[in-house]
């Protein structure tokens, strides 16, 4: 592990989201979610530089898209959405997939392995976002 900073600082971030989700709860009505975004993206290596990549990093990354994907697939219920709403999301999703499968092949060079993973998370993981927003 070469920066064991970075887990512990996602630990601290993962406590300080609903912390700050509940203190601005009195004023506004801003989602965990959103909280988790930008302190991940604030952290990260792209703007602070607090964070960094290594192998339990990136497996615990591998791990919570997987869970992500999973959460928002099972929180769909599909005895209540029948009929003409479930073709209708049922076509949408397909066409989402179709469309994160083309930009997920432009962006890889045609590397169709690499393609279904990133067009299977470009489609499934906006769900899982959205989810706690719409709560």
């Known amino acids: 592990m070469e920066h064991p900073g970075t887990l512990v600082l996602i630990m601290a971030l993962a406590v300080l989201a609903p912390l700050l989700g509940y203190a601005t709860g009195r004023w506004l009505s801003v989602p ?6 930008v302190l991940g993206i604030l952290v990260g290596p792209d703007v602070l530089g607090w964070a ?4 339990v990093i990136d497996t615990l990354s591998d791990l919570g898209l997987s869970m992500l994907i999973f959460l928002a697939g099972y929180e769909i219920r599909f005895a209540e959405v029948r009929g ?23 962006l890889s060079g045609a590397d169709v392995a690499k393609s ?11 769900l899982g976002a959205v989810l706690p927003i719409l709560r």
Do not use: K, N
Request: a neutral charge; aromatic letters at 6%; hydrophobic letters at 55%.
């Open 116 to 126: 279904l993973v990133i067009g299977t998370a470009l489609t499934s993981t906006a």
């Open 52 to 55: 960094h990549h290594d192998q």
């Open 32 to 37: 965990v979610v959103i909280f988790e975004i």
């Open 84 to 106: 003409s709403t479930l073709r209708r999301a049922g076509g949408a999703w397909i066409l989402s997939f179709a469309a994160g499968l083309g930009v997920a092949l432009l």
